[in-house]
């Protein structure tokens, strides 16, 4: 099994940081991509970001300039470092990571259970 546990999520008002993290635990032999969702109340879940092994990053277009994706791959982690907030970046925050368990298994997408953002005007 694996786990994903986000942390660092909260109110902040407009024009303000957060910084996001998210550590994957468990039978982990590998992990590809891992990635930051977002879902707004009453929208469905989108990407924010996503990150590769080997550093290559993804950014939607609504946060690109003021998010940034980084990884520590020998801690299995992933962070979001939110600048210059907007209220419509409220949302819970959702961690996922493409994992490979062992090295003969296939690879498996897991998500965490999210961390609420709350940005205020």
């Known amino acids: 099994q694996v786990q994903l546990v986000e942390s660092g999520g909260g109110l902040v008002q407009a024009g303000g940081s957060l910084r996001l993290s998210c550590a994957a635990s468990?039978?982990?032999?590998?992990?590809?991509?891992m990635g930051w969702y977002r879902q707004a109340p009453g929208k469905q879940r989108e990407l924010a970001a996503d990150?590769?092994?080997?550093?290559?990053?993804n950014y939607a277009d609504s946060v690109k300039g003021r998010f940034t994706i980084s990884r520590d791959n020998a801690k299995n982690t992933v962070y979001l470092q939110m600048n210059s907030l907007k209220p419509e970046d409220t949302a819970v925050y959702y961690c996922?990571?493409?994992?490979?368990?062992?090295?003969?298994?296939?690879?498996?997408?897991?998500w965490g259970k999210g961390t609420l953002v709350t940005v205020s005007s």
């Open positions: 468990g039978s982990i032999f590998s992990i590809n991509l």
């Open positions: 996922n990571a493409e994992v490979r368990p062992r090295s003969y298994s296939p690879r498996t997408v897991y």
């Open positions: 990150i590769t092994s080997g550093g290559s990053t």
